[in-house]
């Protein structure tokens, strides 16, 4: 195909020459299912009640077996043809001899769902009926086995609720109600959690009532499938936590002011996030119900024969993982170290590789093979305790530990020992530094000072040198760029002001695009709209439109399956989507830390970890760039609430920052180059990130070498000529432009604002 024949003008064509569409295909819908079988996580399974086998009689509880939520709301959301619900899911099993089911039970279900429906309930927001009692005898007589699904939704824009009896973070108290009763009455119960985020778990943990719990996130279009899938065991659970589920909600630091302001958020906890505080801090180990990286199988596994190699600062690590037990598997073995407190205090353990096996059958082996830079142990000096603005490696032992979560390890033979002071890994400059963050947290729970001050944020900008190329003495066309007829340097010469900030301002939709596109679309020179479309967890397409795609499961449930290769091809496939309906931005991954379990989008995020997001969004991003499609790594940096979302100011370390919060998108950057990258809404010590000159250039551009272009995220607040100052190329996705005047008065350069349309024009030579 011609290029941007696509993006320009909207043909409807599929994207094999064949005839064939992949935009909610068969082979896609069966990724979707394999993915969410993959990121499930079995977090009890007590007495080996599943897998339910034999043709079992089972009755299923809850209004969330009919009430299933797929994934979360607004950019989240992917309009399919159809959901698989949880009763759907085992009606097919049914119809394979695997289960027998009470469909007068879920018929209940059915109809008082349907009725809440009518009366404008939304889907995820039911409210649980109470048991009739001639059904809870007629279901007694009928099995001792029971499953209960609890469904959870949430969304863009707003943030969870995290009180007692909320039906959010805790049970409602219909819910809790309905459990006691099942649990009472049924010898085996196992609980299905369609949720997206975290939830109370100590409800189960130790309730011997309550045999088993699968963790089924929202799992896309064939979630139901997928949940009878692993509970029948047609599929295996191997998913692995990658955050730490607590006994309560004021157990999580960033409870304390989560809700504090709606003004600001004081990243207090520092760089004690998830199990990084509570492996660290003093007692707060005992509030742990199921650790990050744990998760249950089927089968045992055996990790053995750990070997080490190291050449340099590279090191390599390999185990033997057999299957011990009597049912086939995977395991997910885990590589963490810890570093010593020195003057700079450091957390317990810190996760710094894994791998997963491939499907071990009963007492096959697999050796498995990890490897990491020992520099990845540097932390951030940002007060100048022992060297600063720089990351180093402390005097002492660094140790290892291996195993598959981060409670579950045993040390290995290996040390790195540093005998000087410190080791020098990378000197830096201090960018970003709080104004207004008090305090932060310390290795033993205490807390230190910080300096704040009342004065602004200011940068001194760099004077950019003027485009000396002189323009073509014919006209050129943006197809001349591309063929290597004319420099880009000369074609942008011959373009006005005007012109150029007309290019680096969103544009209306056309075709099926509702989130806008970029680029111009000026005829004269043969400049595109090249249209965008979000998100996560699938193309979205506005359902008036009458074109389905293919919903994935949740981020959080794929990066559960800790598989890089497998979020890739779900890349891969979207991004397939993406391009056969004429799209050429996909807004995705996010990647933004769990730092709270109620940020209301934590669904999209991978993780309370930077490593894992970082691998994950760097798989997701190779993928869908395979396809010359361009990914939006998202949402740059700290939009870690929803609440206020456009103003509220994230007041965060500088120490923490570089080590949690960013850390992730620079694993992203160096690894995969994403074509494109969103700026978030909020402020970050005291200025929008979209204006942000130290974190978008400075440390985007300059220290991780980041090639691509920067668009702000959609109708934001700040200012689009402080925004190119800054480096934040593209405006989204309509505004009022003041940027020409702008330049009249002298307040922006001709060679900034070129600057920005020449990384939108770069990027669009890398779409087809």
Same mark, same amino acid.
């Given at each position: 195909m011609v290029k941007w024949c696509r993006v320009k003008y909207h043909p409807?064509?599929?994207?094999?020459?064949?005839?064939?569409?992949?935009?909610?295909?068969?082979?896609?819908?069966?990724?979707?299912?394999?993915?969410?079988c993959e990121g499930m996580v079995l977090l009890k399974n007590e007495n080996k009640v599943l897998p339910?086998?034999?043709?079992?009689?089972?009755?299923?509880?809850?209004?969330?077996?009919?009430?299933?939520?797929?994934?979360?709301?607004?950019?989240?959301?992917?309009?399919?043809?159809?959901?698989?619900?949880?009763?759907?899911?085992?009606?097919?099993?049914?119809?394979?001899?695997?289960?027998?089911?009470?469909?007068?039970?879920?018929?209940?279900?059915?109809?008082?769902?349907?009725?809440?429906?009518?009366?404008?309930?939304?889907?995820?927001?039911?409210?649980?009926?109470?048991?009739?009692?001639?059904l809870l005898n007629v279901a007694k007589k009928y099995t001792d086995t029971a499953v209960i699904t609890i469904d959870r939704f949430s969304g863009e824009g707003y943030d969870r609720k995290g009180e007692e009896y909320d039906g959010d973070f805790y049970?409602?108290?219909?819910?809790?109600?309905?459990?006691?009763?099942?649990?009472?009455?049924?010898?085996?119960?196992?609980?299905?959690?369609?949720?997206?985020?975290?939830?109370?778990?100590?409800?189960?943990?130790?309730?011997?009532?309550?045999?088993?719990?699968?963790?089924?996130?929202?799992?896309?279009?064939?979630?139901?499938?997928?949940?009878?899938?692993?509970?029948?065991?047609?599929?295996?659970?191997?998913?692995?936590?990658?955050?730490?589920?607590?006994?309560?909600?004021?157990?999580y630091p960033s409870s304390a002011n989560f809700n504090e302001s709606e003004d600001y958020v004081d990243y207090n906890d520092d760089i004690y996030v998830g199990y990084r505080y509570f492996e660290t801090i003093p007692d707060a180990k005992d509030r742990v119900c199921y650790p990050f990286g744990f998760g249950l199988s089927y089968t045992t596994f055996d990790i053995s024969n750990i070997t080490f190699t190291q050449n340099g600062d590279d090191v390599t690590v390999k185990a033997t993982v057999t299957n011990t037990g009597d049912y086939k598997g995977k395991e997910v073995v885990q590589v963490y170290y810890s570093a010593p407190q020195g003057k700079l205090g450091k957390p317990a353990r810190e996760l710094i590789a894994f791998k997963k096996t491939d499907l071990l059958m009963p007492g096959e082996s697999q050796?498995?093979?990890?490897?990491?830079?020992?520099?990845?142990?540097a932390s951030y000096d940002d007060l100048g305790k022992v060297c600063k603005s720089a990351y180093i490696l402390e005097q002492g032992t660094y140790k290892l530990y291996v195993g598959n979560s981060v409670r579950n390890t045993i040390e290995v033979a290996y040390t790195y020992d540093v005998e000087e002071q410190y080791r020098l890994v990378q000197q830096l400059k201090q960018r970003c530094a709080p104004r207004k963050l008090?305090?932060?947290?310390?290795?033993?729970?205490?807390?230190?000072?910080?300096?704040?001050?009342?004065?602004?944020?200011?940068?001194?900008?760099?004077?950019?040198?003027?485009?000396?190329?002189?323009?073509?003495?014919?006209?050129?066309?943006?197809?001349?760029?591309?063929?290597?007829?004319?420099?880009?340097?000369?074609f942008l010469a011959q373009l006005t002001v005007s012109e150029l900030v007309h290019i680096i301002t969103g544009q209306p939709n056309r075709g099926v695009a509702n989130t806008y596109g970029m680029g111009g679309d000026i005829e004269e020179y043969g400049i595109p709209?090249?249209?965008?479309?979000?998100?996560?967890?699938?193309?979205?397409?506005?359902?008036?439109?009458?074109?389905?795609?293919?919903?994935?499961?949740?981020?959080?449930?794929?990066?559960?399956?800790?598989?890089?290769?497998?979020?890739?091809?779900?890349?891969?496939?979207?991004?397939?989507?993406?391009?056969?309906?004429?799209?050429?931005?996909?807004?995705?991954?996010?990647?933004n830390i769990h730092r709270?379990?109620?940020?209301?989008?934590?669904?999209?995020?991978?993780?309370?970890?930077?490593?894992?997001?970082?691998?994950?969004?760097?798989?997701?991003?190779?993928?869908?760039?395979?396809q010359h499609i361009a990914a939006s790594l998202k949402h740059f940096a700290c939009n870690n609430k929803e609440t206020n979302r456009h103003e509220s100011d994230s007041r965060v370390s500088e120490r923490a920052l570089r080590e949690i919060y960013i850390k992730g998108f620079e694993i992203a950057v160096k690894t995969s180059q994403p074509w494109t990258i969103m700026s978030s809404y909020?402020?970050?010590? %005291?200025?929008? $990130?979209?204006?942000?000159? !130290? &974190?978008?250039?400075?440390? @985007?551009? =300059?220290?991780?070498?980041?090639?691509?272009?920067?668009?702000?995220?959609?109708?934001?607040?700040?200012?689009?000529?402080?925004?190119?100052?800054?480096?934040?190329?593209?405006?989204?996705?309509?505004?009022?432009?003041?940027?020409?005047?702008?330049?009249?008065? %002298?307040?922006? $350069?001709?060679?900034?604002? !070129? &600057?920005?349309?020449?990384? @939108?024009? =770069?990027?669009?030579?890398?779409?087809?």
């Open positions: 409807n064509l599929p994207y094999y020459n064949d005839g064939r569409r992949v935009t909610e295909c068969d082979e896609h819908i069966q990724l979707s299912r394999e993915a969410a339910i086998v034999n043709g079992k009689n089972i009755v299923l509880f809850g209004k969330g077996q009919i009430d299933y939520v797929k994934g979360g709301g607004g950019s989240g959301e992917v309009n399919g043809s159809y959901i698989r619900n949880v009763y759907e899911g085992f009606k097919i099993k049914e119809k394979e001899g695997k289960v027998n089911i009470l469909h007068q039970l879920s018929a209940f279900y059915e109809d008082v769902v349907k009725k809440q429906f009518a009366d404008g309930v939304e889907i995820g927001k039911t409210t649980e009926p109470e048991i009739p009692e001639y049970l409602s108290r219909e819910e809790e109600k309905m459990v006691k009763t099942v649990s009472a009455n049924f010898g085996n119960v196992i609980v299905v959690l369609d949720v997206g985020g975290m939830v109370d778990t100590s409800w189960f943990k130790d309730n011997d009532k309550i045999s088993s719990v699968l963790l089924a996130w929202q799992a896309g279009i064939e979630g139901g499938l997928a949940i009878a899938d692993i509970l029948c065991g047609d599929a295996v659970p191997s998913g692995k936590l990658v955050d730490t589920f607590a006994d309560s909600f004021d157990a050796i498995v093979e990890m490897s990491f830079d020992v520099k990845a142990m008090a305090k932060r947290m310390l290795s033993d729970g205490s807390y230190e000072s910080l300096p704040t001050t009342d004065e602004p944020v200011e940068y001194n900008y760099p004077t950019l040198p003027e485009n000396t190329a002189k323009a073509p003495q014919e006209k050129a066309m943006l197809m001349d760029v591309a063929s290597g007829k004319v420099l880009m340097d000369e709209t090249v249209m965008t479309a979000d998100g996560p967890a699938g193309l979205r397409i506005d359902r008036h439109c009458s074109i389905n795609t293919t919903a994935f499961p949740c981020a959080t449930l794929l990066a559960c399956s800790w598989d890089p290769d497998l979020i890739y091809r779900v890349g891969e496939a979207g991004a397939k989507e993406v391009k056969e309906n004429n799209i050429g931005v996909w807004l995705t991954p996010a990647m709270s379990p109620l940020c209301g989008r934590n669904f999209e995020y991978y993780s309370e970890d930077p490593l894992i997001a970082g691998v994950m969004a760097a798989a997701k991003i190779n993928g869908i760039q395979s909020n402020c970050m010590n %005291g200025r929008h $990130t979209s204006e942000n000159y !130290e &974190l978008l250039t400075e440390i @985007l551009r =300059e220290e991780w070498g980041f090639r691509g272009l920067v668009t702000t995220d959609w109708w934001n607040t700040a200012g689009q000529t402080l925004e190119i100052r800054a480096g934040n190329d593209v405006k989204m996705p309509i505004t009022r432009n003041d940027t020409p005047k702008d330049y009249e008065d %002298g307040k922006i $350069t001709r060679a900034e604002i !070129e &600057l920005s349309a020449k990384r @939108l024009l =770069e990027m669009y030579m890398k779409i087809d």
